[in-house]
């Protein structure tokens, strides 16, 4: 049997192609399990920003907290004629 020259290319085209697909698959393969360990890190990231911005809001209303229990007690002392020392300001 002769192989015509039509049918040499195609075979050399087809074994060409045979050896590039896993290739081509492996690469493929490999871009998409990038894509998700980055779209794990960008959920990661995102969930530590929620908890970063949940502690900032914790973290102003102790502060709020501290601000306005400092007041009272402050007006509380004037109220009562009761003046701390080391409040009073120094001429």
């Not at 697909?21 to 690469?27: D, L, R, V």
């Not at 969930?47 to 970063?52: D, F, Q």
């Not at 809001?57 to 400092?70: D, Y």
Request: charged share 30%.
């Amino acid at each position: 049997m002769r192989i015509h020259p039509a049918e040499n290319r195609f075979e050399n085209n087809q074994s060409h192609e045979a050896i590039e697909h896993p290739f081509e698959e492996a690469q493929y393969g490999q871009q998409q399990q990038v894509l998700r360990h980055q779209a794990q890190f960008q959920r990661e990231i995102d969930g530590m920003r929620l908890k970063r911005r949940e502690s900032e809001v914790m973290l102003e209303s102790i502060i709020a907290a501290l601000q306005n229990t400092l007041e009272f007690v402050r007006e509380q002392d004037i109220r009562e004629g009761r003046f701390l020392q080391h409040l009073r300001p120094t001429a």
